[in-house]
């Protein structure tokens, strides 16, 4: 038996995995165990997680595998700070003290920080190194079902690379081509988040939900002005624009005199309909780069199959017109697409590509992304006792019709089954449910229980064989990683005083017969619940389709804006007692909101800072 530990750290999104024998055992990131969102620091709780599932000490894993290089890291920032000298030198001189500290010699600080979790492990030759970008390849290409396939991965940057093509067979995987930085769609993407007045490594998908209520009008105006971008794709940044290569900010003076206007400042500028504009002009730019890369890979390599990683995987809405466009004739995307993922690259990589094991299975080999701990009924009990809950225990059957009926009458539904999943997506794991026929719930989940935004929309959840009677996607969407438009026959055509609104105003108007998971362009994230990977979900949907003949929930993550989405049953029911949800799901455990003691109710609104 062979065991190897994967690790991601020291940027954001750290996370640890596991594999025993090529296959994949457990993975989770650091920010659901220690309640920091995007937590970068040593992952040990989720390393102590992934060692407790796999049932091992760390003394007793073979190989430990991180997921970068940090000497080529380093040598990056110095030529980096060298090119641009002198004007990035107070960037330079704070970020040099960590690296001499800590970065540089990261072998050895791993090797300490390891030993945390077993004072038996001595054998600091068991680390060993993996790329950035070959363990986003990685990630993406060993676990999908097919043999062959390039991979594609889009990020900010690893190393020096931002955007890579690689090509993998059988259980080789070799890098082919990369973009360098500072060249990067990722940092261009953050660039626009940071302008618009967003977190940036948080708030890109903010951006991306935003962009349907404006137009682009800016993308070719950034195309021409921000970059030289080729026929193929590849591309190169004005970095007379950009300040994200030396300095403390994304952009400069230089790019808000371009546009007009200054970078917003979310406590004081509301979002107006220039910002809208912004976000659909580099929402357009991004697709644009991404289809003529993608179109142009097809036609070099001439492989039917696309695997996608890195952080611009996760734009949704480029990977459906990937889909759309026909240009490869399967997809897939791997569900932790970013840093988090290096981890189970990393460990991956060692096995197939070190280690020269074959791969055996040509199937989706993620377990639906249900990688993270799952709680026994005995602890569910024993926690809900401490916490002075109110509750009941049904058998599943019982708790699949109660809780579709409560959907099915408006009600809001904290759903906490099975293992937690791997990835920024909630799938039914770790989720709040809602009834998409509902023209309130958008609103209403948005203000009253995740406290975010009110233009963010929500995805749907549907029965893998019903997704093409309410969706133009006839396609296997595990992940929530593929946007697609509600069917005509359940669209509703927007009147021409509707069609003369702009920006926020549009919100409000009803525009399909589950308008709570339809954005204002008729889109909709889309996840498809299977019956193998996930049959406690799979039988709530379907209880909810008999009784209303809608296969379809709203499913959002079970947080509040801020707050990493929920990990043991404390964080439920916190959340719980601090938001407006009606009912709380813990496997087989039900509590009503209405039955709770009145003086647990937690002022939750303010508990976490702004993503």
């Given at each position: ?124 030759k068991k680390i060993k190194f993996s790329e950035h970008h070959y363990s986003h390849a990685a990630s993406a290409f060993y676990p999908s079902p097919f043999k062959e396939a390039v991979v594609l991965t889009l990020?900010?940057v690893g190393e020096w690379a931002t955007t890579t093509v690689a090509v993998g067979k059988d259980n080789k995987l070799e890098m082919i081509k990369e973009i360098h930085f500072p060249h990067s769609i990722g ?101 644009e780069i991404v289809l003529r890369l993608t179109k142009n890979i097809a036609n070099e390599y001439k492989i039917k199959n696309l695997c996608l990683a890195g952080g611009v995987a996760l734009n949704c809405v ?294």
């Amino acid at each position: 038996m062979t065991s190897i530990l994967g690790i991601s750290a020291f940027y954001h999104d750290s996370a640890a995995a596991l594999i025993v024998d090529g296959e994949i055992i457990a993975a989770a990131q650091e920010e659901r165990f220690s309640r920091k969102k995007h937590d970068p620091g040593y992952p040990i709780n989720a390393v102590n997680y992934v060692l407790s599932a796999g049932k091992l000490k760390l003394s007793e894993v073979d190989y430990i595998v991180f997921f970068e290089k940090p000497f080529l890291k380093f040598e990056r920032l110095l030529e980096t700070y060298m090119a641009f000298a002198p004007k990035g030198f107070k960037s330079f001189s704070l970020s040099m003290p960590l690296w001499l500290r800590e970065k540089l010699f990261q072998k050895r600080f791993l090797f300490e920080k390891l030993q945390q979790s077993d004072e038996d492990f001595k054998d600091i030759k068991k680390i060993k190194f993996s790329e950035h970008h070959y363990s986003h390849a990685a990630s993406a290409f060993y676990p999908s079902p097919f043999k062959e396939a390039v991979v594609l991965t889009l990020d900010g940057v690893g190393e020096w690379a931002t955007t890579t093509v690689a090509v993998g067979k059988d259980n080789k995987l070799e890098m082919i081509k990369e973009i360098h930085f500072p060249h990067s769609i990722g940092l261009l993407y953050s660039a626009f988040t940071y302008y618009t007045g967003f977190k940036v490594n948080s708030g890109e998908y903010k951006v991306m939900g935003l962009a349907p209520y404006g137009k682009p009008k800016f993308k070719d105006f950034i195309i021409k002005e921000l970059m030289d971008l080729k026929a193929d794709g590849s591309f190169k940044l004005n970095m007379k624009y950009f300040n994200y290569a030396t300095g403390l900010t994304m952009t400069n003076k230089k790019f808000s005199n371009l546009f007009g206007h200054p970078v917003r400042d979310p406590k004081k500028d509301l979002l107006n309909d220039f910002h809208m504009d912004i976000a659909s002009s580099i929402q357009a730019v991004t697709e644009e780069i991404v289809l003529r890369l993608t179109k142009n890979i097809a036609n070099e390599y001439k492989i039917k199959n696309l695997c996608l990683a890195g952080g611009v995987a996760l734009n949704c809405v480029a990977n459906g017109k990937i889909l759309r466009e026909k240009i490869f004739d399967n997809i897939w995307i791997q569900p932790a697409a970013g840093d988090a993922g290096g981890s189970l690259g990393a460990a991956l990589a060692y096995w197939h590509h070190e280690l020269s094991k074959p791969r055996e299975i040509f199937k989706d080999q993620m377990k639906g992304a249900y990688l993270g701990p799952k709680f026994s009924e005995k602890h569910i009990d024993e926690q809900l006792n401490k916490l002075k809950a109110k509750y009941d225990k049904k058998n599943s059957n019982e708790i699949s019709s109660l809780v579709a009926k409560e959907l099915s009458k408006g009600k809001t539904v904290g759903w906490f089954q099975g293992r937690m999943e791997f990835g920024p997506r909630a799938l039914g794991g770790r989720s709040i449910l809602a009834d998409p026929r509902s023209e309130k719930i958008q609103k209403e989940l948005n203000l009253k229980i995740k406290f975010r935004e009110s233009f963010r929309p929500f995805a749907p959840s549907v029965l893998r064989e019903e997704v093409n009677n309410w969706f133009e996607l006839n396609y296997d969407s595990p992940y929530m990683l593929l946007v697609s438009d509600v069917k005509k026959d359940k669209q509703i055509t927007m009147s021409e005083e509707d069609k003369k609104l702009f920006g926020i105003e549009k919100l409000n108007i009803k525009r399909s017969s589950i308008p709570a998971i339809t954005h204002v362009d008729y889109s909709a994230r889309i996840q498809t619940v299977h019956k193998e990977t996930n049959p406690r979900y799979y039988n709530l949907i379907n209880e909810f389709k008999k009784i209303t003949g809608c296969p379809v929930l709203v499913n959002t993550s079970f947080n509040v804006r801020g707050e990493p989405i929920v990990c043991s049953i404390e964080d439920a029911f916190n959340c719980f007692m601090g938001t407006n949800l009606d009912i709380l799901v813990l496997e087989d455990f039900i509590l009503f909101k209405d039955q709770q003691d009145k003086s647990l109710i937690k002022d939750y609104k303010n508990k976490f800072e702004l993503d």
